[in-house]
């Protein structure tokens, strides 16, 4: 071949492409303004506030608790961590019980499921039905177990991500406490 069918065929080439790089693009939207984007809770921040049936029926807000911490944990009964430490948070609950507020919010399993937890294992701090996420996806839960440690003005102070043991929960309840 020769160098000016190269260059001919180099052209052709060049010019197709281009040609599909242009009718092939997605068109350009118009920025209509501040994107609807949540970030999870972070410390020193206002926790979310949020409505969930608790595994009795009733219904719990989490603004309603002002005045007292909250120890808000994320699990779910398939999660073993989850299990593993929820002996320790049982504990804990009823050594501050009156003082601090225990919530568990159970990622996306129905009611029945938490009720046959709560029962088999005696758990007396409300467990919270979020059958659809919609808490779990407010506050970024992205790894099972988190807690959430929320101060009695509704900051949030710690975001912990992992198995709690006893004595890291109360150290942390202690610290809520004395905020």
């Given at each position: 071949m020769t160098r000016f069918r190269w260059t001919i065929l180099i052209l052709l080439v060049a010019f197709l492409g281009g040609?599909?790089?242009v009718f092939s693009?997605?068109?350009?939207?118009?920025?209509?303004?501040?994107?609807?984007l949540?970030?999870?809770?972070l410390a020193g921040y206002m926790a979310p506030d949020f409505t969930l049936p608790t595994s009795y029926g009733e219904s719990l807000t989490l603004s309603d608790l002002r005045?007292?911490?909250?120890?808000?944990n994320f699990w779910a009964t398939w999660c073993p961590p989850c299990r593993a430490e929820m002996p320790d948070l049982q504990a804990t609950?009823?050594?501050?019980?009156?003082?601090?507020?225990?919530?568990?919010?159970?990622?996306?399993?129905?009611a029945g499921t938490i009720i046959k937890f709560r029962d088999e294992n005696g758990i007396t701090y409300p467990l919270l039905v979020d059958e659809d996420n919609t808490v779990n996806d407010t506050?970024?839960?992205?790894?099972?177990?988190?807690?959430?440690?929320i101060n009695a003005d509704g900051v949030?102070?710690?975001?912990?991500?992992g198995i709690l043991n006893?004595?890291?929960?109360?150290s942390r309840v202690q610290r809520l406490l004395e905020d």
């Open positions: 040609a599909w790089i693009r997605e068109p350009i939207v118009a920025f209509t303004g501040i994107p609807n949540t970030e999870a809770p005045g007292q911490p909250v120890v808000l609950s009823r050594k501050f019980n009156g003082r601090v507020a225990f919530l568990g919010v159970d990622q996306g399993e129905n506050y970024g839960i992205r790894a099972l177990p988190t807690t959430i440690f949030v102070t710690e975001v912990y991500s006893r004595a890291i929960l109360e």
